[in-house]
Each structure stands twice: as C-alpha cells, then as structure tokens.
Nanobody
Framework: QVQLVESGGGLVQAGGSLRLSCAASGRPVSTYDMGWFRQAPGKQREFVAGISSGGEITDYPDSVKGRFTISRDNAKNTVFLQMNSLKREDTAVYYC?????????????????WGQGTQVTVSS
C-alpha cells in the first residue's frame, strides 16, 4: 500500500509560481509512473501531468503545456509539479496519483493510489 501526501499549495497572484511536492511512503514508487490531476469546484478531476518511472517521458494537456513541469526524485520517493505563469483558471485542488501497472494515462481510472490533495488558489 502506497501513501501519497501532497504539499506546497497556497494562494498566489496570477503570473506567479508554485512548486507542489508529493511524498510517497509505504513502498517505493520508483517503478511506477506517476501523475498529477486537479479538480475545481463543480468540475471533474482532470489530468495535468504524467511522468514515467524513470522520468524520461512526460505528458501534459494543452492547458498547462509550457507552464507546468513534472519531475521526480526516486531516491527521495518524491514527485514534483512546478507551476509557472499561473492563471485564475488553474485554481483547484491538486492531487498526486500512482499509476496502475501499464503506465500513466490521462484518465483517473489509470491510477490506484491518490493523495488527499492540496489547494491552489490563483488570484487576479
């Protein structure tokens, strides 16, 4: 069983930056792909970034491409999400997730462990 804990969220002005962290415990996640999702009030949870187990492959939707960067430090069992040029529409609860066997996907069904989320609020 893997436990995931996100941190680094907060209130930031539009155009600013935040770096989210996802610390894993219980078992190493170095052999698993990982992903970040977000959920705004009244909306479905959506994919914002994915990374392969070794970090060599990443994926982003157009809405965040060029602004968000996912990375990982397998030695520290931690995954990061660097968010730059934040917009009001990035406001949401951000979740870290461990992909099921088979690699990361843009669908929530592709993940079997989730953190509790961290709130990101972008003000104008």
């Amino acid at each position: 069983q893997v436990q995931l804990v996100e941190s680094g969220g907060g209130l930031v002005q539009a155009g600013g930056s935040l770096r989210l962290s996802c610390a894993a415990s219980g078992r190493p996640v170095s052999t698993y792909d990982m992903g970040w999702f977000r959920q705004a009030p009244g909306k479905q949870r959506e994919f914002v970034a994915g990374i392969s187990s070794g970090g060599e492959i990443t994926d982003y939707p157009d809405s965040v491409k060029g602004r968000f960067t996912i990375s990982r430090d397998n030695a520290k069992n931690t995954v990061f999400l660097q968010m730059n040029s934040l917009k009001r529409e990035d406001t949401a609860v951000y979740y870290c997730a461990k992909a099921s066997m088979g690699g990361f996907s843009r669908l929530t069904l592709g993940y079997d462990s989730w953190g509790q989320g961290t709130q990101v609020t972008v003000s104008s």
